[in-house]
């Protein structure tokens, strides 16, 4: 999918890619992370001393290289389907048709879109 495709998207494109970048970051840094262990990243120390909570870190941990690539993969997924396409409505002389959203329809850009961008807040 190339960046030009969406240049008519002023302003809002910016979003959409640099959403894309961002995510895409988040699963590389995740696919290129040393696998969690013991001897490798060591486990954190817990002022409190609560087991519950080592084995909540623990668990945390081991699991999160490959939740945070499938999260990641969802959020590309989501933003290849939710992307701007032509306005193709009708408008009203010399006024632009509002863009919308290849995936809902909705107004560009859509809700999902507008969600996802807190993450780069
Ligand atoms: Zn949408």
Same mark, same amino acid.
């Given at each position: 999918?190339? #960046?030009?495709?969406? @240049? &008519? *998207?002023? !302003? $809002?494109?910016?979003d959409h890619e640099r959403l894309r970048l961002y995510v895409e970051g988040v699963r590389?840094? @995740? *696919? $290129? *992370? *040393?696998?969690? !262990? /013991?001897?490798?990243?060591?486990? /954190? @120390? $817990?002022?409190? !001393?609560? =087991?519950?909570? %080592? #084995?909540?870190? =623990? =668990?945390?941990? @081991?699991?999160?290289?490959?939740?945070i690539?499938?999260f990641a993969?969802l959020c590309l997924?989501l933003l290849?389907?939710?992307?701007?396409?032509?306005?193709?409505?009708? &408008?009203? !002389? &010399?006024?632009? =048709?509002?863009? %919308?959203?290849?995936?809902?329809?909705?107004?560009?850009p859509? /809700?999902t879109i507008r969600e996802m961008s807190h993450l780069l807040k």
């Open positions: 999918m190339s #960046i030009d495709m969406f @240049a &008519s *998207a002023a !302003g $809002q494109l910016d590389e840094r @995740a *696919a $290129q *992370a *040393a696998p969690w !262990g /013991p001897d490798t990243v060591g486990v /954190p @120390a $817990q002022p409190t !001393g609560s =087991a519950l909570l %080592r #084995i909540n870190d =623990a =668990a945390f941990y @081991a699991n999160a290289r490959t939740e690539a499938a993969d997924s290849d389907l939710h992307r701007p396409r032509d306005g193709g409505g009708l &408008s009203s !002389g &010399s006024t632009a =048709a509002a863009q %919308r959203c290849n995936c809902c329809m909705l107004r560009w859509c /809700p």
